[in-house]
């Protein structure tokens, strides 16, 4: 039996507010129960009484069928982020899922990766690294380039230590744009973080985040000689 698509109704079971910037959010599904996604994938979420759509990329391992987790920036503070802010634990909501192609590509094990995110663009990417490291066993190197404005931005960072001491394969390439006196984290854009690695021949490349990064990432890896078949982007606005 196929299962719709569209129309699930999910339930929101915990919220974590990691920093002034992002906060977490964990949905049970309750129709259907149990749904397969793809690590990269989205869901389109109906906010309020006028039913507008906002996208939200799955951040969790597909591994779990039963619910998923978003990453969600609350800085826009538009109707969607609002909404969800102020959305209820318990309370319930209609998606749309899992909707998107931004998927990891069929020959996956046969090459290296690289995955390039700035701000909440990590949130599909994460999910790819559980998908590829965990579940998929991948031996190939993948590498995540996620830059952020501040290095008080970043979350997930014993996850992604943990990724990277267990997986010798796995490199976690922080980078932040607007350092502060003192700064710890590598310094930079994520082109520049780009332009100090060797470009492995045959890489697939994965960017995630708004459109001028997407565009300034494109035009880099294609300038250095990298195919266009090897570039895969989803835009988030
Ligand atoms: C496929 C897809 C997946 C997405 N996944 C995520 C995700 O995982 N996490 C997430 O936080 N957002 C994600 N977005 C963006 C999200 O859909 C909304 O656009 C965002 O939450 C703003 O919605 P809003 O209603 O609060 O603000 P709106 O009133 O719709 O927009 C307010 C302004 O904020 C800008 N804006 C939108 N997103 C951001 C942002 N992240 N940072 C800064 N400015 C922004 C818009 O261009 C607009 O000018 C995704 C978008 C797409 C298309």
């Known amino acids: 039996m196929t299962t719709n698509r569209f129309a699930k109704k999910a339930k929101l079971e915990n919220r974590i507010n990691h920093n002034e910037k992002y906060m977490q959010l964990h949905f049970s599904l309750m129709e259907p129960f149990s749904q397969p996604f793809l690590a990269g994938q989205y869901v389109s979420i109906k906010i309020g009484e006028r039913q507008d759509l906002r996208s939200y990329s799955i951040c969790s ?23 969800l802010q102020n959305l209820a634990i318990g309370a319930e909501i209609e998606v ?49 380039l996620w830059g952020e404005r501040f290095s008080k931005d970043f979350i997930w960072l014993d996850t992604l230590n943990r990724l990277q001491q267990e997986h010798s394969n796995f490199k976690f390439l922080p980078t932040v744009s607007r350092p502060v006196e003192g700064e710890t984290f590598p310094q930079g854009r994520v082109t520049d973080v780009l332009n100090s ?29 990298v195919w266009e078949s090897e570039i895969f982007y989803e835009k988030f606005y």
Do not use: W
């Open 61 to 83: 391992s597909p591994s779990s069928l039963d619910g998923f987790d978003l990453l969600i920036d609350v800085t826009p503070h538009g109707i969607g982020t609002t909404f």
């Open 96 to 144: 749309l899922a899992p909707l998107g192609k931004f998927v990891l590509k069929n020959d996956v094990l046969d090459r290296p990766i690289v995955l390039i995110g700035t701000g909440s663009g990590v949130a599909p990417l994460m999910s790819m690294c559980h998908q590829f490291l965990e579940n998929m066993h991948g031996t190939h190197l993948m590498q995540l």
């Open 197 to 225: 690695l060797q470009l492995i021949p045959s890489t697939n490349y994965y960017l995630c985040g708004n459109r001028s990064m997407i565009e300034d990432v494109s035009k880099f890896l294609l300038d250095k000689g």
